[in-house]
């Protein structure tokens, strides 16, 4: 099964480090094939998922917040007695910084140290902004292309448009689902109500970029289309119900 060779593939590379630049070239020609419509292997969908766990999970950043705590909470404890433990009390100061430093290892499982979650945060709003950056591009090219189309031709762009880009942002959000788990999650909880999960934050953009562009057009072309069934004309009405689950769907949700 598929999460299976998923969860072996993210254990074996749990303890890889993966800086947004080292991943981003290769994460990026996988979404532009998802979104030229190419078909995907099981495997090249592994090496995307992989790719954003690693970077999530990024050694790297782990290191950096156990390092932060256990310096901190070890120049804390000298400062305060540098020599007035009891042994006793020397090996109950050992035994805190050991769990808290053995806490901000765990990371994000909880709500552990505000070094860990500021290190997942920095890690987990990069690569968030970068796919925000691709789906915006991305609108902005399709939409250019169909500026000058009209009527049932606009009906016939808008439609085929929406269904191959609900499902490539599906995909997109499967890989990414370490990052809506872990950092999007964490951002909502923290009051950010901006921050979508990737397959909601590619309907946003959608909405803002695509939909806002064509929406009086496509609307005067379903009414044309409408008024001609009226008048005894056979027409398409899968148009009528795809612009209908489209605009449903933006207003539902947004």
Request: hydrophobic share 35%; glycine share 4%.
């Amino acid at each position: 099964p598929l999460m299976t060779q998923i969860n072996s593939s993210t254990s074996s590379s749990s303890s890889k480090m993966a800086s947004l630049s080292e991943i981003w070239d290769d994460l990026k020609e996988g979404i532009e094939s998802v979104y030229q419509q190419q078909t995907m292997s099981k495997a090249r969908y592994i090496i995307l998922y992989t790719h954003v766990y690693n970077h999530c999970t990024s050694s790297s950043a782990k290191s950096s917040a156990l390092a932060s705590a256990a310096a901190s909470q070890s120049s804390s404890s000298s400062i305060r007695q540098p020599q007035l433990f009891s042994s006793q009390q020397q090996q109950q100061s050992n035994n805190k910084l050991k769990s808290s430093t053995a806490a901000a290892a765990a990371g994000g499982n909880n709500s552990g140290s505000s070094a860990t979650s500021e290190g997942a945060q920095i890690i987990g709003c990069e690569l968030y902004q970068k796919l925000q950056h691709f789906l915006e591009l991305y609108l902005d090219t399709l939409r250019k292309s169909g500026m000058e189309l009209m009527d049932e031709e606009i009906l016939k762009f808008f439609t085929i448009k929406w269904e191959e880009y609900q499902f490539s942002s599906k995909v997109l959000n499967g890989f990414c689902t370490y990052l809506n788990r872990h950092w999007v999650k964490r951002e909502n909880d923290s009051g950010h109500n901006n921050v979508y999960e990737i397959y909601n934050l590619a309907l946003v953009t959608w909405r803002d970029i695509f939909f806002k562009a064509f929406s009086s057009k496509v609307t005067n072309a379903v009414l044309k289309l409408i008024e001609r069934e009226r008048n005894g004309d056979r027409i398409n009405t899968r148009l009528i119900s795809g612009v209908a689950e489209c605009y449903g769907k933006q207003y539902r949700i947004f």
